[in-house]
């Protein structure tokens, strides 16, 4: 305890007079860390902005054809909630009406979990009190976090400038600033809820909540507002919904489509309002302690098994992805009777669907699509819920427990029921949530989503399988689902070839609801998700737990 407090105390001495001493050290440190997991980040925004920029060009590839779409899409209220309003019928202008709200949350999503990996996580795991025991400034470790998360935006700006200026440069650049923008804003929130929390998971789960709260409003402004008459539909009026949503912001600068360029000052200013707000909050706390102090456990301990440790300790995540689920297949369900709407008579966006679906019925098509995406995302709970241990490891938690009289299998089967098991919930819950939306038939679409189980816990064998054998690049799971889902959000209407395509196992599932199950498919990928779980955990019985 006393060396503690003189660690404490010397950081302190030397963060009042060098705030920012060692930034540049640990700023390369921090991308040294994210070397691989940051450009992957980047290439995904934007890919899917240009590659998007692209399918829409071949899709809708004269004016009657992008005016109908526009006005199709601008009467119906489902999409506009989650797409947002048209402002235009030009390629660019439907580029950043399909892919910038998207865009701009994945970026979010990006810039939250860098700053609290290099802020709260590092004070959480102790690496930080070792770090600032050299000449590291009170500061130094928040601004090459902010400094990190700078770079990663920017570069994402600079990327879908670069991509899309064929389409007008001022519209690109438009869009890119947006894109980057709410990235930089919501990683100097993420920087403020880091100063409150002690806990990395519970830093991300708020600023994550706080962009969920974001999109909703975004939603439901957007849902709420109709098309101006004079224009076929296309823009109209503004919501105030809207505009207390820094995701509305991105929307409001309307690239391609009369940029508003004073909207960009919003969120500069709101970055560096919540930025400051960091900085102030930063220079007034002990490190590895938060404002909000954590809630005290009971006296007595009530977990008497491996199995109820993990549930307590993942029961708030699985319980979040459950309501996403439920809520976002209500609402694509809605969508279900518009969907032949959204493509009109143009017969290369129907083969999409039918690619992305498998069936001649659009209306099927649409739902078979819906799951699909549904299974893809249901694979990042699984890696994400697999890979808790690696976390409970690597913070020396997992040890503990593990030398008592619990045994490794036990411990590990007990996340891993959390795992497979939540999978199979919110994939249950998908499927209730589309029936409910689209008035259709409860059965069938509950067991049309469960057909994605099987290629989700291969997903997750896989990433347990790296975890058993290495655990140092386990975190290469999140590639493994990540390249899955990019060949399933983008790989049909690239027309990337079905070799390609067939490299992720879902794209060997049948295309329900519609055609008779197609069964030999389903039980191969339970009998290899089987297997590699068997040696996964094979591999981590065997292997020294890291220290």
């Not at 456990?297 to 439920?326: C, D, H, N, V």
């Amino acid at each position: 305890m006393t060396a503690v407090a003189g660690t404490r105390t010397a950081y302190a001495t030397r963060g009042a007079r060098r705030p920012l001493a060692g930034t540049g050290t640990l700023l390369r440190l921090a991308l040294r860390r994210d070397r691989i997991v940051l450009p992957v980040w980047m290439l995904v925004i934007t890919v899917m902005v240009v590659s998007g920029a692209g399918s829409l060009q071949t899709l809708y590839d004269s004016p009657e054809e992008r005016t109908r779409l526009a006005a199709s899409m601008a009467a119906n209220s489902s999409l506009r909630s989650l797409y947002g309003p048209v402002f235009g019928d030009s390629t660019g202008a439907l580029v950043a009406w399909r892919f910038g709200t998207f865009a701009a949350v994945l970026a979010a999503v990006m810039s939250l979990v860098v700053v609290v990996r290099h802020t709260r996580e590092e004070e959480e795991t102790g690496r930080q009190e070792m770090l600032s025991s050299a000449m590291v400034g009170r500061r130094a470790p928040l601004t090459a976090a902010l400094l990190t998360a700078g770079l990663a935006n920017a570069t994402v700006a600079l990327l879908i400038t670069a991509g899309l200026s064929g389409l007008g440069p001022a519209g690109a650049l438009a869009l890119g600033l947006a894109v980057g923008g709410t990235g930089m804003l919501f990683a100097t929130a993420a920087a403020v809820v880091a100063q409150l929390t002690e806990s990395a998971r519970l830093a991300k789960g708020a600023t994550a909540a706080v962009l969920g709260l974001a999109f909703v409003l975004r939603a439901a402004g957007d849902a709420g507002t109709a098309g101006d008459p004079a224009r076929g539909g296309l823009g109209g009026e503004s919501s105030l919904l809207t505009w207390l949503s820094p995701v509305g912001w991105a929307e409001y600068v309307r690239a391609y489509a009369g940029e508003r360029w004073w909207v960009l000052l919003l969120t500069l200013g709101a970055a560096c309002a919540l930025g400051a707000a960091a900085y102030a909050l930063a220079g007034r706390r002990d490190i590895g302690r938060g404002f909000l102090a954590a809630r005290q456990g009971p006296a007595e301990g009530r977990i008497a098994t491996a199995a109820g440790l993990a549930w307590r300790l993942q029961r708030a995540t699985l319980s979040g992805w459950a309501a996403g689920f439920l809520l976002a297949g209500t609402v694509f369900g809605g969508m279900a009777d518009g969907a032949a709407d959204l493509v009109g008579d143009n017969e290369r966006a129907r083969e999409v669907f039918e690619r992305m679906g498998g069936q001649t019925a659009l209306t099927d098509a649409f739902l078979a699509a819906m799951i699909g995406m549904f299974g893809l995302v249901a694979a990042l709970y699984a890696v994400g819920s697999v890979l808790r241990m690696h976390g409970e490891e690597t913070s020396q938690r997992a040890e503990p427990v593990l030398a008592n009289a619990v045994g490794r299998i036990s411990w590990a089967a007990g996340h891993l029921a959390v795992a497979f098991g939540g999978a199979v919930l919110i994939m249950l819950l998908a499927g209730a949530g589309l029936a409910l939306g689209h008035g259709g038939d409860l059965p069938a679409l509950t067991g049309a989503a469960l057909v994605q189980v099987p290629a989700v816990w291969t997903i997750a064998g896989v990433a347990l399988l790296l975890y058993g054998t290495a655990p140092a690049v386990a975190t290469a799971g999140w590639a493994v689902a990540g390249l899955c889902l990019a060949l399933g959000w983008v790989g049909p209407a690239l027309d990337v070839p079905r070799a390609v395509l067939d490299l992720s196992p879902f794209g060997h599932l049948p295309k329900v609801p519609g055609p008779p199950m197609d069964w030999p498919p389903v039980l191969v990928l339970m009998a290899l998700a089987v297997a590699l779980t068997a040696a996964g955990l094979a591999a981590f019985r065997r292997r020294d737990l890291r220290i």
